[in-house]
T-cell receptor, first 113, second 113 residues
Framework: TQLLEQSPQFLSIQEGENLTVYCNSSSVFSSLQWYRQEPGEGPVLLVTVVTGGEVKKLKRLTFQFGDARKDSSLHITAAQPGDTGLYLC?????????????FGKGTKLSVKP | SAVISQKPSRDICQRGTSLTIQCQVD?????MFWYRQQPGQSLTLIATANQGSEATYESGFVIDKFPISRPNLTFSTLTVSNMSPEDSSIYLC??????????FGNGTRLTVT
């Protein structure tokens, strides 16, 4: 069974601080997606990383896919209260098959003003 | 990207009853899935809704408890049957096409008393 270990599970920081969320597995994924979910809403896709070693930036968010496509990280610079939410990583286990989407347990981020 | 409408958004039901959740996509999609999410936690795949054939269930989920319909490429239903308090959760519909990332509805928050 493929698993995605996501850490930390909870993170409470002050506005302006930096943070990194990690997503690790012993398995290889064809791609990895990061979602953010706010209370009462469904997960919203932030980014998909496909190539080993790939780095993608979305404003203050930097996503990296490990060279071996087994792990990924999300780094947020100068966090703001609007970044508060549940961050989920999800790995695509099969090639060309979104049906094999495996989710990490999520990181609940709280950014205090 | 597909827009997914899910209803009801929330419901409170008595044990022993059944609830049917509807998922409508604004465009034709090849794949539709149903997930369960405990509040503040990650997503667990219940089943893949297959158009014109029986749904494919994940381990721990059975058709008698979670019957699913998918009459066409834009619509699916999930029924939670003979409910117990343990079924209290958020149920999410997602959809996608080909290798595109999944998009999610806003979920149905179910409370069973």
């Amino acid at each position: 069974t493929q698993l995605l270990e996501q850490s930390p599970q909870f993170l409470s920081i002050q506005e302006g601080e930096n943070l990194t969320v990690y997503c690790n597995s012993s398995s290889v994924f064809s791609s990895l997606q990061w979602y953010r979910q706010e209370p009462g809403e469904g997960p919203v896709l932030l980014v998909t990383v496909v190539t080993g070693g790939e780095v993608k930036k979305l404003k203050r968010l930097t996503f990296q896919f490990g060279d071996a496509r087994k792990d990924s990280s999300l780094h947020i610079t100068a966090a703001q209260p609007g970044d508060t939410g549940l961050y989920l990583c999800a790995g695509v286990a099969g090639w060309g098959s979104q049906g094999n989407l495996i989710f990490g347990k999520g990181t609940k981020l709280s950014v205090k003003p | 990207s597909a827009v997914i409408s899910q209803k009801p958004s929330r419901d409170i039901c008595q044990r022993g009853t059944s609830l049917t959740i509807q998922c409508q996509v604004d465009s034709q999609v090849t794949m539709m899935f149903w997930y369960r999410q405990q509040p503040g936690q990650s997503l667990t795949l219940i089943a893949t809704a297959n158009q014109g054939s029986e749904a494919t269930y994940e381990s721990g989920f059975v058709i008698d408890k979670f019957p699913i319909s998918r009459p066409n490429l834009t619509f699916s239903t999930l029924t939670v049957s003979n409910m117990s308090p343990e079924d209290s959760s958020i149920y999410l519909c997602s959809a996608g096409t080909g290798n595109s990332p999944l998009h999610f509805g806003n979920g149905t928050r179910l409370t069973v008393t």
